[in-house]
């Protein structure tokens, strides 16, 4: 990459955070500890009806990706996510690919982010396997030639061969594993935990079977949890907590995985010793590092309980 010798090295163990900001960058960015980030993955910026990024304020963009490449930081920018616009899916097809791949390089481009991370989901990936790995292997290509990087946001369910082929896998340079929403709030049949260490091992180990070599693989992890029982989803509360709403109302609760809410229900989340209990594995299994969803769900990380300052305690 063409900033390459001032970013961490390639071969150290990567910290990823998503930075979800709904078009307040810059404003909201002075609230996060950089320092112990080594990629910051900007979510999400997706085309309007006329494929471009043009609704997107350009500008404050510009200046978060200035201020994370002074912290020696690479930054991606995120398509999709898990609920895209409609005109993402119409952007994918063969009448509108290629015009649309070429406004996500000039927008890689002009604002100097490192890569693009693909956060294609659901529909997108399994009605039509074809056009997605079309996609795939042309926006590689087409980012391969400005020196730019390609990531990828994947679940196991919809990367199974039956919808996405090894060749298409290998064109990420690294691949980042949502082990994370095995059940939520959109399902209270099934309560409990949605990001078990033994789905991390299991999700990891899925890519691994794969063929995608242990030092392209981010191991998920959330900074959430969902509630369930009698008094999920109230009028104040959809049954999802971040991390750091945890924390401030239940002592102790950084060290736990679940919080039982008397009359209401259970929280489950991940605590400090399942997040590090995460990334040493990741450590051990020679992984290329640790993804996180979502930055500002967290402690400030000087915070003894921030699961990010957890984070970079067991890598180091």
Same mark, same amino acid.
Request: net charge neutral; no cysteine; glycine share 8%.
């Given at each position: ?12 163990? @990567? ?11 810059? %404003? ?18 997706? *085309?309007?009806?006329? $494929?471009?990024? &043009? ?6 963009? %510009? ?20 609920? *895209? ?54 926006? /590689? ?16 369910? /919809? ?20 082990? !994370? ?9 099934? *309560? ?23 030092? @392209? ?6 900074? !959430? ?14 049954? &999802? ?20 809410? *008397? ?22 299994? $020679? ?6 969803? %979502? ?22």
């Amino acid at each position: 990459m063409h900033r390459n010798a001032t970013y961490p090295p390639t071969d150290s163990m @990567r910290i990823l955070g998503y930075y979800n900001s709904d078009n307040h960058w810059y %404003e909201n960015i002075s609230g996060l500890d950089l320092t112990k980030l080594t990629d910051l993955n900007i979510a999400f910026l997706n *085309p309007n009806t006329a $494929g471009t990024f &043009s609704d997107y304020n350009l500008e404050n963009l %510009e200046k978060v990706v200035a201020l994370a490449h002074a912290k020696k930081i690479r930054v991606y920018f995120a398509i999709g996510g898990g609920n *895209p616009p409609a005109t993402l899916a119409s952007q994918l097809t063969p009448a509108n690919r290629a015009a649309f791949i070429n406004n996500i390089i000039q927008l890689a481009n002009n604002l100097n982010f490192d890569g693009v991370d693909v956060d294609l989901e659901n529909n997108l990936i399994t009605d039509d396997t074809a056009r997605y790995g079309s996609f795939i292997r042309e926006v /590689s290509a087409a980012l391969k030639a400005h020196h730019k990087l390609l990531s990828a946001a994947l679940v196991t369910w /919809s990367s199974g061969p039956r919808y996405i082929a090894t060749a298409t896998l290998q064109q990420f340079d690294y691949i980042n594993i949502m082990s !994370y929403d095995s059940t939520g709030v959109w399902n209270t049949q099934k *309560p409990g935990q949605h990001s078990s260490y033994t789905l991390a091992i299991n999700d990891f180990q899925f890519f691994r079977s794969r063929g995608i070599p242990a030092h @392209r693989l981010l191991l998920g992890v959330p900074f !959430y949890g969902y509630a369930f029982g009698p008094g999920y989803p109230s009028p104040d509360s959809d049954g &999802s907590f971040t991390y750091r709403d945890i924390v401030h109302n239940f002592p102790g609760s950084e060290n736990l995985d679940t919080v039982v809410v *008397p009359g209401k229900g259970t929280i489950y989340y991940n605590g400090l010793p399942t997040i590090q209990q995460k990334a040493a594995y990741a450590k051990a299994q $020679g992984a290329a590092g640790i993804m996180i969803w %979502e930055l500002q769900q967290d402690l400030p990380a000087s915070d003894t309980k921030s699961l990010l300052s957890g984070i970079y305690r067991t890598i180091h």
